[in-house]
């Protein structure tokens, strides 16, 4: 883990369905670039929140 990492829950939409990931990243942005990284550009995300 990298310093300064919080917990992301990001609800993402694939082929009709939707389907919430948790990722470590620093911030929203980040967590979304981690996201597609993981998951490829197809899926759309819908929403990032902090988990506390």
């Given at each position: ?14 082929n ?37």
């Open positions: 883990m990298r310093c300064g990492t919080k917990r992301f829950e990001i609800t993402v939409e694939k009709g369905r939707t389907a919430v990931q948790e990722i470590c990243a620093r911030d929203q942005i980040d967590a979304r670039k981690i996201c597609r990284r993981m998951f490829g550009h197809d899926e759309k995300i819908t929403s990032v929140r902090q988990k506390k």
